[in-house]
């Protein structure tokens, strides 16, 4: 595979660059979020099982978001003080944000398994996720039902094996796995032979020289 060094590195280190050349600035390191210079408010809190769970609510805080998390945690005794009339003003919650996201919401999820949290979070329409280890997506309900899994044959092992499918479902372009990925070399003839037309002793050369 031939792959630029140089766009790799400009896609993962992303504004990192340019931030420090044309400002001066040199961004952190910040888990479970964009880098940034400045502090973001934390999007992951450990839950009670010692799961992670993701929890994107810093860039949405609002009146009315706050009342709907008080209408959450409620009924467990932990909306703290986010029914507070004060909570009615914009500006009071964003001044208040590191309190309601780091006080009130992470004590919340701290006191339940991280799966609890974020079918309940999910039910009151908020973008929360359990972070799970790859071996548990395996049985996971959710994309069991939407077929992410597809079982591909391995002629040369005489099995199948399951592996990940489409990132999302398309109706007008279907997404599908027709085969393995090919063994190296497998495609010799078919791509130094037949597309770019080198003959089978040039084709034995180049593996003889590799």
Known sequence: MDVSIHQACALTTEAAVPAYVYRGEVLRRQTG???????????????????YLTALIANQLSPRLVERLADMMEPYGMAADLRDPRYQDAATVKAASEHIIEEVVGAFIASRPAEESYHLAQSHGFTW????????????????????????????????????????????????????????????????????GLSDEDIAGLIASD
């Not at 964009?34 to 992951?44: E, L, V």
């Open 33 to 51: 979020r964009h880098h940034g210079a400045n502090k973001s408010p934390r999007t992951q809190f450990l839950a009670e099982d010692g799961r």
């Open 129 to 196: 996720g359990a972070v799970r280890p790859a071996e548990a997506l395996l049985d996971d309900p959710h994309m069991a039902d939407r077929g992410f899994w597809k079982t591909v044959h391995h002629p040369e092992h005489d099995r199948s094996i399951v592996y990940p499918g489409e990132a999302a479902i398309y109706s007008a372009t279907p997404w599908r796995i027709s085969r393995r990925a090919p063994l190296v070399g497998e495609h010799n003839d078919a791509i130094l032979g037949q597309e770019l």
